[in-house]
C-alpha cells in the first residue's frame, strides 16, 4: 500500500524538478546532471560522480516513464478489537465497531478499561504505545512494567479484526506466552484463505502508520508539540510527499561531504601542524611553516621540505650533519704513506752516502778525455804526460764511466721517489678539511678537533720528520675527530628524531592536500546541485504545504471559539540539526509565536488542529482514525465544535472516540449529530463489558422499570418512582432545548445560562417546546390523558403517593419523553 503512494509522489516530484532544471539557466549541464542522478538513486549519483565529470558530456538517468494515474490507496476499517489479560482487561472483552465510514464513542469512567482497547490496537499494529515509549519519562517504565493485567495475567492476548478492500476480514494477532516479557510477543496476520503469517510487515503499513497515525492519544496530542522543533518538522514535512526530493537534497548533501572530507581533513591537519611546526626548534619546520600558512600552500615545496629533497642552504642542520659525517684517510694508507716516505728518505740517505763530489768530477775529466781521445786518437796523457791515451786505456775508462752513470741514475731515482711520496704525504695532508662551524650547536669537542687539524696541517719539511708526523698527528685528529663525530651525530640523531614523525606528518598531508585538490572541480558542481535542489524542496515544500495549512486553520477557526488567537502562517524553515517549524499566531492583531501565546487548552487544540488533517489525508490507506481522550482540556464550548469536527470527519472516515467525558457523548446527542454510543462497564476481577449507551433520559425510564419490578416496598416505591421520573423528563427536554438552541448557532455559555436559569420541572418542559420557561403548557399537557397524568407525576407528585399502578404510571411518563422528542404540541 505504500508504494503505490510513494511512487506516485515520485512521479511527481521528478517532473517538477525536472521543469526547474530545464528553466535554470545558471546552473551547468554538468550539475543538472548531477540533479537528475540525485533523485534517481544512490547508485544513479554515484555512477555520475566516478564518471568523467567535469565536462563528461554524458546522458542523465533515465526517467521512468508514467505508469498512469496511481490507483486511490485500498481503505482499511477496524472491525473489533478483542483483549484479554492485558493492562486493565482480564477476562476476554470484545469491542465491537461498525467497519464503515461514521462516529463511533466509546464512553466509561476513568479505570473502566476503554483506553486498554485503544492501546491494544496501537501495539498490535505499530508494536508500541505512546505511553510506553515516551522518552526521558520515568512514567513510560512504569507503564510498560504493568502491561499485564493484575486479575487475569494468562492468557494474555490481542485480537484486532480489519476490513480491507479487496482482502476481506483480516486478523491480526499477538500472544504472549505465560511467563515472558512485553518483548516476547509473537505477532501475526491472517489474510482470509491465506496461512497465518508472522510480524505485520506483510500488511504494508510499517511506513504509513508513522507517516499518517491515525491512533492518537491525548498525552500524544499534548506532546507532539513537545518533542522538539526537528521532530515536528518531520512529522510535518513527511505529510508532504516529498521523500525523492528531500532525498535527492540529502544524498547532495552526503556526497558533498564525502567529497570535501579530503579538503576538510587536510584543512583540520593543517591546523593542527602549524601549531605543531611553530614551537618546534628546526629550520625546515619554519620553512614548512612559511608555505602552510599562505592561503593556497605550494604542495611541491612542502613536499620537497618533508622528503628531505629540497636545498636548504641556511638549515642550522647542514653543518651538524657534516660534522657528523667527517672523514679522514684510512688509517693503513696514511701509514703506508709514512712507510713509503721514510723508505724513500733512506733510499736518498744511502745513495748519498756512497757517492761524493770528486767522484762526479773525475768523471767529468774522463768525460772530456775520452772526447779528447776521440779527437786527438793515442797519445801521452794531455795533463800529466806519463800515460798513455790508448785502446786500452779508453776501454778502461768507459767501463769505470758506465758504472758511474748507473749510480747517478740511482740516486737520482731516489730522489724523485721522495719528491713524490712528499707530494702524496702533502696532499694527504690536505685531504682532511677542518671541521666546519657547528654554528648555533655547542659541542664539547669541536675545539680539539679543530686543533687537532691544525697540528696535522702544520707538517714538518724533513722526510723523517714528515713521517712520524703523519704517524702521531693522524692518531691525535683520528681521536679528536671521532669524538667529535660521536657527538655531533648523536646530536643529530636526536634532532632528526623529533623532526621525522613531523616531516612524515607533512608528506601525509601533502598527499591529502592533492586529492582534496583533484576534487575541486567535482565538489563545485555538485555544490552547486546541492543549492539548486535545496530552493527546489523550499518551493516544492511551500506549494504542497498550502493545502495542510489550509485545513489547519479550519480546524483551528472550529475549535478556537472565544479564543483571541488566529492561527497564521505554518512555515517549515532550516534543514539538517537546524529544522524546525514555525508557528505563527494574531493575537489581537499583534503577530507572535503560536506555542508561547497559548495557553495549554489551545495548545492541545492546536495539535489537533495539526495531526488531524494528517490523520486523513486522501494518501492513507486507513479508513479509520482513533482518539483515546481528545476532550480533556476542552471548554464545553470546543467540545460542541470538536463534535462537529468529528461529524464531517466521520462522512469518509470511521472515526472512534474514546473519553471518560460525560460531555461528549452529551454534545453528541445535544447537536443532533449522528453517532454510536458504546459505554464501557468495569466489573470484579477486572471483568469489562461493553453495551450500547442509553441517553440520560432511557436510564431513568430504566431504572424507574426496574424498581417497579422488583420486590420494593410501596411507600419507597412512590417516593423513588415520582423523582426518577421527572429526571427523566428533565433530561429529554435539556436535550431538546440545547439541542435546537445550539443547531441555531447560539452560544453555548447563553445556552447554558438559560437552562440553569429555571428550576422547576414545567418551565423547563416550556423550554424544550416554546423556548419560554413562561409558556403556556395547558394545551399540551391536556391533549391527551395519558400526557395530562404523566405532566402531574412529574411536576406535583415529588411529595405524593402514585394514584395509578407504577408501571403504568411509568409508561405515561415514557411516552411524554417520546412526545417531546418528537416534537408534540
Known amino acids: 500500500m505504500d508504494s503505490t503512494h510513494n511512487d506516485a509522489d515520485g512521479a511527481l ?114 508494536g508500541n504505545t505512546y505511553r510506553w515509549n515516551r522518552q526521558n519519562s520515568k512514567q513510560a517504565a512504569v507503564w510498560a512494567q504493568h502491561w499485564r493485567n493484575l486479575h487475569q495475567s494468562h492468557p494474555c492476548e490481542l485480537r484486532i479484526e480489519v476490513t480491507e478492500e479487496g482482502q476481506g476480514v483480516t486478523t491480526v494477532g499477538v500472544d504472549w506466552p505465560q511467563d515472558g516479557e512485553l518483548t516476547d510477543r509473537t505477532t501475526w496476520v491472517q489474510r482470509p484463505g491465506r496461512q497465518r503469517e508472522t510480524g505485520v510487515t506483510t500488511l504494508g503499513w510499517d511506513r504509513t502508520l508513522e507517516l499518517y497515525q491515525p491512533i492518537l492519544s491525548y498525552d500524544e496530542l499534548g506532546g507532539l508539540l513537545e518533542a522538539g522543533p ?63 600558512r599562505k592561503h593556497r600552500p605550494d604542495l611541491d615545496a612542502v613536499e620537497a621540505i618533508a622528503t628531505g629533497t629540497t636545498r636548504q642552504t641556511a638549515s642550522d642542520l647542514g653543518a651538524l650533519r657534516a660534522l657528523a659525517q667527517l672523514r679522514l684517510p684510512a688509517e693503513d694508507h696514511v701509514a703506508e704513506v709514512a712507510r713509503s716516505l721514510r723508505e724513500a728518505a733512506e733510499a736518498v740517505a744511502r745513495e748519498q752516502r756512497s757517492a761524493s763530489e770528486d767522484a762526479d768530477r773525475r768523471a767529468t775529466l774522463l768525460r772530456e778525455a775520452l772526447e779528447f781521445h776521440e779527437h786527438r786518437g ?11 791515451l790508448d785502446g786500452a786505456w779508453r776501454q778502461r775508462v768507459e767501463h769505470e764511466l758506465s758504472s758511474e752513470r748507473e749510480r747517478i741514475e740511482r740516486r737520482r731515482a731516489a730522489h724523485r721517489l721522495l719528491e713524490q711520496v712528499r707530494q702524496q704525504t702533502h696532499e694527504l695532508l690536505r685531504a682532511v678539511h677542518r671541521p666546519p662551524d657547528p654554528g648555533r650547536f655547542e659541542l664539547v669537542s669541536y675545539a680539539e678537533a679543530v686543533a687537532a687539524w691544525q697540528r696535522w696541517t702544520q707538517a714538518p719539511e724533513p722526510a723523517a720528520a714528515l713521517a712520524d708526523h703523519l704517524d702521531t698527528a693522524y692518531r691525535d685528529v683520528q681521536a679528536a675527530f671521532e669524538l667529535l663525530r660521536a657527538e655531533a651525530g648523536e646530536l643529530l640523531e636526536r634532532r632528526e628524531g623529533l623532526w621525522v614523525p613531523h616531516a612524515s606528518r607533512l608528506a601525509a598531508w601533502v598527499g591529502l592536500a592533492r586529492k582534496a585538490r583533484e576534487k575541486e572541480a567535482t565538489v563545485r558542481l555538485v555544490n552547486a546541485a546541492r543549492e539548486f535542489m535545496k530552493t527546489a524542496v523550499e518551493q516544492l515544500r511551500t506549494r504542497r504545504l498550502g493545502g495542510l495549512k489550509e485545513a489547519a486553520r479550519e480546524i483551528w477557526a472550529a475549535l478556537k471559539q472565544e479564543s483571541n488567537v488566529n492561527l497564521g502562517a505554518i512555515e517549515l524553515k532550516g534543514s539538517a540539526n537546524r529544522r524546525r517549524v514555525e508557528l505563527y499566531a494574531d493575537v489581537d492583531g499583534a503577530e507572535a509565536q503560536a506555542l508561547g501565546v497559548m495557553s495549554q487548552g489551545e495548545l492541545h487544540s492546536l495539535a489537533l488542529a495539526l495531526f488531524l488533517p494528517r490523520a486523513t489525508m486522501p494518501g492513507s490507506p486507513f479508513r479509520f482514525v482513533v482518539l483515546d481522550d481528545p476532550i480533556q482540556a476542552m471548554d464545553p464550548a470546543k467540545v460542541d465544535s470538536f463534535v462537529r469536527i468529528l461529524a464531517r470527519l466521520a462522512r469518509e472516515r470511521q472515526v472512534v472516540v474514546f473519553s471518560h467525558d460525560d460531555r461528549l457523548p452529551q454534545a453528541v446527542r445535544q447537536l443532533g449529530v449522528e453517532a454510536w454510543i458504546l459505554q464501557v462497564f468495569r466489573d470484579g476481577e477486572s471483568s469489562v463489558t461493553v453495551s450500547p449507551c442509553l441517553d440520560p433520559a432511557e436510564r431513568f425510564l430504566q431504572d424507574a422499570f426496574a424498581i417497579c419490578k422488583d420486590e420494593v416496598p410501596a411507600d419507597v416505591r412512590s417516593r423513588v418512582l415520582p423523582g426518577l421520573c421527572r429526571a427523566a423528563v428533565e433530561a429529554a427536554a435539556r436535550d431538546i432545548y440545547m439541542t435546537r438552541r445550539l443547531s441555531r448557532g447560539d452560544a453555548r455559555a447563553d445556552v447554558e445560562e438559560s437552562w440553569q436559569a429555571t428550576s422547576r420541572t414545567r418551565q423547563r418542559i416550556a423550554l424544550a417546546i416554546h423556548d419560554d420557561p413562561q409558556a403556556d403548557l395547558s394545551r399540551w399537557r391536556d391533549a391527551t390523558l395519558r400526557r395530562k397524568a404523566a405532566y402531574s407525576l412529574v411536576t406535583r407528585g415529588l411529595h405524593g403517593t402514585l394514584t395509578t399502578q407504577p408501571v403504568d404510571a411509568v409508561r405515561s411518563v415514557e411516552r411524554m419523553v417520546k412526545d417531546l422528542r418528537g416534537g408534540a404540541r
Open 13 to 126: 516530484i521528478r517532473e517538477e524538478v525536472e521543469a526547474m532544471v530545464a528553466a535554470e539557466g545558471d546552473l551547468s549541464d554538468d550539475a543538472k546532471l548531477i540533479v537528475l542522478a540525485a533523485l534517481d538513486s544512490d547508485e544513479a549519483l554515484a555512477s555520475v560522480l566516478e564518471g568523467a565529470l567535469p565536462g563528461s558530456g554524458g546522458s542523465p538517468p533515465a526517467t521512468p516513464e508514467p505508469s498512469g494515474a496511481a490507483p486511490s490507496p485500498s481503505g482499511a476499517f477496524v472491525k473489533s478489537i478483542r483483549v484479554r489479560g492485558f493492562r486493565g482487561i482480564g477476562p476476554a472483552a470484545t469491542l465491537d465497531l461498525r467497519p464503515v465510514p461514521g462516529l463511533t464513542i466509546v464512553s466509561g469512567r476513568n479505570g473502566s478499561g476503554k483506553s486498554s482497547f485503544s492501546e491494544a490496537l496501537e501495539l498490535a499494529l505499530t
Open 378 to 388: 793515442d797519445g801521452p796523457c794531455p795533463v800529466c804526460g806519463q800515460g798513455a
Open 230 to 292: 526537528s521532530k515536528l518538522f518531520d512529522k510535518l514535512d513527511a505529510l508532504l510527499g516529498m521523500e525523492q526530493a528531500t532525498d535527492a537534497e540529502q544524498r547532495l548533501a552526503t556526497a558533498t561531504k564525502d567529497l570535501q572530507a579530503d579538503d576538510t581533513n587536510a584543512k583540520a591537519e593543517a591546523r593542527e601542524l602549524k601549531k605543531v611546526l611553530a614551537v618546534l626548534d628546526d629550520g625546515r619546520a619554519q620553512a614548512a611553516l612559511g608555505h602552510l
